[in-house]
């Protein structure tokens, strides 16, 4: 920069807007005599001299006059003539002086010498004003604003987090805060006629088409002061916040300060670079098609989803990727991975006919890759136009065949093979076909848990024999199983023939309406496979399931292993056909289960009106503590425990409904209870036993005591049953029955053993720290280390700190031996027991607290300090962890009601448990009643959509949970909206359960404008599931007054057409119809 020779020079002073005039012509040459020249007499290319020239040719009469002169030149000889214009030519142009005298304006020579006192002017005095961009500091990228303090305008840097609107998100990256400068620069294309573009306020310099090509090869040191063409209007914008002096930064620069104002566009830059230096690298090319999810995501808010033609973009986009990634791919295992993201990708966007040409072209690659055919299954099963029921069923019997055609199947052959038949069942029964499914699950537990060990190769025919006679099958009331057949060489009386109840017709003058309600009334009677020799078997001939139809899916788990996980499987298989929670949860291939929308079949809403609280309270704190959670969680994510199996209205139930709702179970209630009542009695299987007590209390609480004696009888020794029984009775409301039976499995040393011993201890502290007893509390859980205190447990007054210190440190040792040994759940019933005794025990609590409440803070550490325990020792994702988080919260939730607490404790709480186990219902219900509802942000329904129904935690429960949300705390708009975003997504868009809510949701509400779309959304699902006749029986029941004839009728011929079970053909329905119409 040149020098000055004077200090006011050297420093010159900015104009004032009022006094602002176009320079002298002695000015003007004094300024340029000061830039230094070249050889050649131009002026120099220093940084002080080119910006001063800059300034000046930016006037805008300069400009014109350039754009005049350089419209007969070429553009080099344009750029010469506007750097050595003489200044005679400037003034020239000078622009006239305007009159002052304006009665509007008046120019304030002297200033406000109260400034510098007050610090501020005097806004009375002058008209009211805002500044241009909220108070960003012109140059300062809008890091730098003015804010007002008092009467003081003061400066201040915006970090992140600081702001409004949805600045609190983001901060600098916040959409509130965006620049209007153009963030990225596109190079013009090589053959753009610049001649064309059309002006505007920028300095843009306009080149001839001739010197193009000379200027190519100069483009890249010349794009830093090249305007950015990224605009709608099709010409470059101004750049309002950046300085005149940032002309010459360089572009790396510039990309790096874009870089850094968005994270997603920084991320998308970074992946885009490392799949085009890198193409082999397929985790690179599938995490930047995750990433496109994060982009969409950043175009929604809570309250506006992506539009359908938005996801669809997005999905052409992630598409295009993934075949990009497919030609690169030389493993087997990355292209198996790329192949089934493309193929479930592109069924979103691609034609019926270019799909199936897809799958038919990868029909070779199924065989070796389960997901790949998984996809496949979905795909037959979802395409309306060419899905046919036998077409399905055939490709499930062959991969069920394949998979166990191998001359040893192991444990994850036999655990497919049990997914396959699950996947099976439930597509038959969701068909229609129910008593085929249910005699399939009959015969596959009675070949696997009642044959007899000393049967040979032909136990096929003997099974035969068995299910013709038609003796009673698992399930059935009176049965005594496979094996006991065999040893009475078939000696067993039949069943007596099951009478028809006599069918009420409904009295309609709509045939369709009456056929429907006979369709219906003929459905359930089909529940359960019916014999020989049951009425209404001669018209109906599906009712009676032959060994032919069930002998191609019926197979065997081989004895190594027989006795191990694969049994539990089975079980848990079962138990989620029946619309029940898993027993065991023991693999992934159950945990697949529990979350696949095709095979949990029990996902449903109950159609109640939104609950609104019955008080309001000025306090937060009190409105919580006076509100009760939403304890009925159906459908929900839970982890076992005897807290939750033993509960009804006081807590958490696994079942998550009651007696009164048992109808609602995919399968008949008895033949559920009977199966589990045979499988712990007759096939010996004890681990059962609580969930069989359990289901018990929760579906047919008159049989808990003789269920309860029963079992004991048969497993003297099980403990946990002991614990149960007890648990039960007291959430009956008989304590003193709940006490005695502690009492008496305390009584017995070989029931005080280890975690189960503990486990009944630990119960028994619990029903004291409910009446209020604290000291008898920590007396009964002190018991079960130290044996002198059990014997005078009645007698103590006080604890001597030995003994509370042996117990903490005997169960400190017993978790961690049990982590070492992988001994989890025993570990859990240790870690129970620890966090109570902190809660009873220790001192120097930090939260708010009162007599009756005990030391929160330190039970809530033991809970962070066991999860870290559990993490770190490899089971960190396990139903022993889940179970202690869960006690975790039942004991804040007991806190908050015995006393002081704060809510922000309880949310932060909750959230913490979340991130292990973000689809828990108990915590979100728990979190939500932590929500206080006083506040106009919904905070449970922000949390949902910020870090639950996200990418890698989105499940069907958690959708569930947020339309059960919006039922109670929001309105009919706000639960609609709930639906449809829950069944756009990829985890519910198939569950036939959730759109069955919906249709009924929509035609219970009042108002006629959603009322109206119940039709809609039925036709909506029919396209999504057309596999599933109760979906399509919903348009001769629910919708059936906005239906018109044709369109029932066209209902019952793609039911028809599609192989579903029909029970009473609608022709000839009609013809009786109308004889008895005419007979009346």
Known sequence: MAVSGSIDEAKPTVPKFSSFKAKDKDIVASAKSRGPKTEDGKIGSSKGGHRSETRDHRSRHHRKYSRDSSRSRQRHEGSSRRRHRSPELIAEHKIPERSTTSSLFVIDTHGDPLISKYGGIDRAQIPSYYRHGGGRVLGTAGRLFIHRDGARDEFSLRFPGDGVGNSHRDGLRSKSLRITRDSIHIRPGKGAAHEDEPQDDGFLQIRSLKNCKRERGQSDSSDDERPSYRSIEGKAKSRTFDDESDEDSSEDEEAIQIEGDNPLQWKSIQLSKRVKLHPGDIDAWLELVDHQDDLQRLGETIDERASANAARSFSEIKVSMLESALKNTRALEDRQAVTVRLMREGMKIWPTKTATKRWAELAGDEEAHFELWRAHVDFAMTNIAALKYDDVQRMLLDRLRKVLAHPSPSESDYSEAIYVFLRAMRFAHDSGYKELAVASWQALLELNFFRSPDQDERYMDSFRDFWESEVPRIGDDGAQGWARYVETSGQVDAPEPQIAHPTNHLSTGDVFKAWGHSEQVHGEWARMPARTMDDGTEDDPFRVVMFSDIEPWLFTVSDPCAG?????????????????????????????????????????????????????????????????????????????????????????????????????????????????????????????????????????????????????????????????????????????????????????????????????????????????????????????????????????????????????????????????????????????????????????????????????????????????????????????????????????????????????????????????????????????????????????????????????????????????????????????????????????????????????????????????????????????????????????????????????????????????????????????????????
Not at 765 to 775: A, I, P, Y
Not at 913 to 930: I, K, R
Not at 1022 to 1027: E, K, N
């Open 564 to 1080: 191990g996980r694969v049994k539990e499987e089975l079980m848990d298989a079962f138990l989620i056909f029946c619309g029940l929670p898993p027993r065991y949860r023991s693999s992934e291939w159950t945990r697949l289960a529990c979350t696949d929308q095709f095979t949990l079949g029990s996902a449903s809403i109950k159609e109640n009106q939104p609950v609104k609280a019955s008080a309001v309270y000025d306090n937060e704190e009190l409105q919580i503590q006076r509100r009760t959670p939403n304890f009925d969680a159906g459908n929900g994510s839970l982890a076992m425990s005897p807290t939750v199996l033993f509960s009804k209205n006081n807590w958490f139930n696994y079942f998550g409904r009651g007696s009164s709702e048992a109808d609602s179970l995919a399968v008949h209630m008895p033949w559920v209870f009977n199966t589990l009542k045979q499988l712990v009695h007759l096939a010996g299987v004890q681990s059962l036993s609580l969930y069989y007590l359990g289901f018990t209390h929760t579906f047919h609480s008159s049989a808990l005591k003789t269920t309860a004696k029963a079992i004991l009888k048969k497993y003297p020794d099980a403990a946990e049953v002991y614990n149960g029984y007890a648990l039960a009775e007291s959430c009956n409301g008989n304590l003193d029955i709940a006490e005695k039976v502690i009492s008496s499995a305390v009584a017995s040393p070989s029931l005080c053993e280890g975690a189960l011993g503990c486990q009944i201890f630990f119960s028994w502290s619990w029903l004291e720290l409910d009446k209020g007893n604290k000291l008898m509390a920590t007396v009964r859980l002190c018991s079960a280390v130290d044996e002198s205190i059990r014997c005078s447990a009645a007698h103590v007054k006080s604890l001597p700190p030995t003994a509370v210190l042996k117990t903490r440190q005997a169960l400190q040792s017993r978790i961690h031996q049990a982590l070492y040994e992988g001994r989890v759940e025993d570990a859990s019933s240790y870690a129970e027991c620890m966090i109570l005794w902190s809660y009873l025990t220790e001192e120097g609590c930090l939260e708010p607290t009162s007599a009756d409440q005990g030391n929160i803070s330190a039970s809530m550490l033991v809970v962070e300090n066991m999860s870290i325990e559990f993490k770190s020792a490899g089971y960190g994702d396990t139903p022993g962890h889940e179970r202690v988080l869960q006690t975790g919260a039942r004991m804040l939730h007991l806190n908050a009601g015995r006393g002081p607490f704060r809510r922000a404790y309880l949310r932060d709480r909750f959230s913490a448990f979340l991130e292990h186990f973000p689809s828990n219902t108990m915590f979100l219900s728990l979190l939500e009643w932590a929500d206080s509802s006083i506040r106009v942000i919904d905070e449970t329904r922000q949390l949902m959509y910020d870090r639950i129904l996200i990418k890698g935690r989105d499940c069907i429960t958690s959708r569930l949970f947020s339309i059960q949300h919006e039922l109670v705390r929001g309105n009919m708009n706000t639960t609609r909206a709930a639906y449809e975003y829950a069944l756009s997504s990829d985890v519910c868009k198939f569950n036939v359960g959730l759109w069955v809510s919906y249709v009924r949701f929509c035609h219970q509400q009042s108002s006629k404008e959603l009322r109206s779309k119940a039709k809609d959304v039925l036709y909506r699902a029919l396209r999504h599931c057309p596999w599933s006749k109760e979906i399509m029986m919903e348009a001769f029941g629910t919708v059936i007054r906005d239906m018109q004839s044709d369109e029932l009728r066209s209902v019952y011929e793609t039911m028809a057409s599609k192989g579903l079970r029909v029970h009473v053909d609608l022709e000839e329905y009609v013809e009786r119809w109308k004889q008895d119409r005419l007979k009346s």
